[in-house]
């Protein structure tokens, strides 16, 4: 027998009886972007391999060791997106929206590929939610960025988080800084790794994010970017400094925080785990890039943007038993005995499930005690048997799981006897905040 396909190393399927969880922090992610005016855009899971190698930059770790590149039938070289930032440029260009009103705020959710080593946290195909601002130069932007990162992470009930903040400055600043940091690592050459030797004269920045222990030991003590920034860049950094504190959001001032991407200038920022048993890990991240869009061939426009991991969230929400909502329930199974029973059954569900409640009807041909069983499993809210004597006295027996509890209910009036005992049944919504709530929590409630 020929061996069972297995997932690919560093992937991760996700089961239905998980999948609420993720459905959860995507819904409260958009709904979060969209409060700040960011609406979804959706780009092509791959893009020219030289999209990435002229934003990511050519000297990254990621271009140099991680991107899933493969020539396609017609010989184009092809890269699966190993983050969000780059396809929502190019899809920005390319449709013009620069000459719709500035700033444009776009928000995603995206399949990511790196081909990273798999441990903890660290996948080959990840999740981010990600948000780009493209028009706005001022430090009000990387604040409210940051700002609707933190509103997101505190919804989601994220409370011990840093917020790291740094600035990278401008390519001006850089030039200063990569010669300082040129003459720092050249007195250390024999020690770093071959990528790190090619990187020195080329970008020597790219050392500080290399992931070998020996190149991340030697740049720990290397010069900081901070102390090489422009007048014109930090003042754009006391700024965002200015307007956290406006906004009562806890910062700190990480000097270590250089990002793995070469696009970044200026503001870049960290959200690390504080909690003890995922402390350090990076939740999320993001920053300034006001070359990128013209390096992409675009105009000279500012912009800056934020992406977090879904799979870190998670990992962070389960290890410190964030609770999530409720598992979707199955409001009602309908068990059934004959054909006139199931032909009953199919016109009441048909229009139980157009009012949007879960119905489940027995659709193996079951006898009614397998049919009891699985609804059983199904973990169904209320059950009802339609059988020939139900169906001639025009009437049946709803039943009501957590409690035991029947009412009958005319099978004419079928739907409204239902959502009557289903509201009887509800939750006690004494003591819940609903202005704190968004539409889809409230719905999510009486579902
Ligand atoms: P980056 O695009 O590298 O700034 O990453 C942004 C966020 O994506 C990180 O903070 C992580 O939460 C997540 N992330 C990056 N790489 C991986 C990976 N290999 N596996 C899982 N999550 C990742």
Redesign the pocket.
């Known amino acids: 027998m020929a061996a069972n396909i297995k997932a690919i190393k560093g992937t991760k399927d996700t089961l239905p009886s998980e999948s609420y969880k993720l459905q959860y922090i995507e819904q409260a992610a958009l709904d979060t972007a969209k409060s700040f005016g960011y609406h979804e855009m959706r780009t092509p899971v791959f893009e020219y391999t030289e999209l990435f190698d002229r934003s990511v930059g050519e000297t990254t770790d990621v271009v140099q060791k991680e991107m899933y590149t493969f020539n396609d039938k017609g010989e184009r070289s092809i890269t699966l997106r190993p983050?969000g930032t780059a396809g929502a440029v190019r899809a920005f260009l390319e449709h013009g929206l620069f000459n719709e009103p500035l700033p444009q705020k776009v928000c995603y959710l995206t399949s990511?590929y790196?081909y990273?080593k798999p441990q903890a946290?660290?996948?080959?195909e990840?999740h981010?939610f990600g948000i780009e601002c493209f028009g706005a130069a001022s430090a009000l932007a990387d604040a409210e960025i940051i700002a609707l990162a933190k509103q997101y992470f505190d919804f989601i009930g994220i409370e011990k988080l840093a917020v790291e903040i740094n600035s990278i400055g401008c390519p001006e600043c850089r030039k200063k800084y990569s010669e300082a940091l040129k003459s720092f690592f050249e007195s250390k050459k024999a020690d770093l790794c071959e990528t790190c030797l090619s990187r020195l004269d080329r970008n020597p920045m790219r050392i500080l994010d290399c992931k070998s222990p020996v190149c991340s030991g030697i740049a720990a003590d290397a010069p900081v970017v901070l102390d090489y920034i422009c007048d014109d860049c930090r003042e754009h950094f006391e700024k965002l400094q200015t307007y956290l504190k406006a906004m009562e959001i806890d910062f700190v001032v990480n000097p270590q925080i250089v990002?793995?991407?070469d696009y970044y200038t200026r503001t870049v920022f960290?959200f690390v785990s504080m909690d003890e048993k995922t402390k350090g890990l990076?939740?999320?991240?993001?920053g300034r890039y006001d070359g990128l869009i013209e390096e992409l061939g675009g105009a000279s426009l500012p912009a800056c943007g934020f992406?977090?991991?879904l799979?870190?969230l998670l990992i962070y929400m389960e290890e410190s038993g964030i609770p999530f909502p409720e598992a979707p329930k199955c409001n009602l199974s309908i068990v059934t005995a004959g054909e006139g029973a199931t032909l009953k059954a199919l016109e009441l569900a048909s229009e139980l499930r157009a009012e949007g409640y879960s119905v489940n009807i027995d659709i193996a041909g079951r006898s009614i005690k397998a049919q009891m069983k699985y609804a059983n499993k199904l973990n169904s809210q209320f059950t009802v048997v339609i059988g020939d004597n139900e169906l001639e006295a025009g009437e049946a027996r709803l039943k009501n799981m957590a409690d035991g509890n029947e009412t009958v209910v005319s099978l004419a009036e079928f739907v409204s006897g239902f959502e009557r005992a289903y509201l009887d049944s509800a939750i006690d919504l004494s003591g819940v905040d609903f202005s704190a709530m968004t539409q889809t929590d409230i719905n999510n409630l009486f579902k």
């Open positions: 983050e990511c790196r990273e946290g660290r996948l080959r990840f981010q990002r793995g991407l960290e990076v939740l999320g991240g993001g992406a977090m991991g799979e870190r």
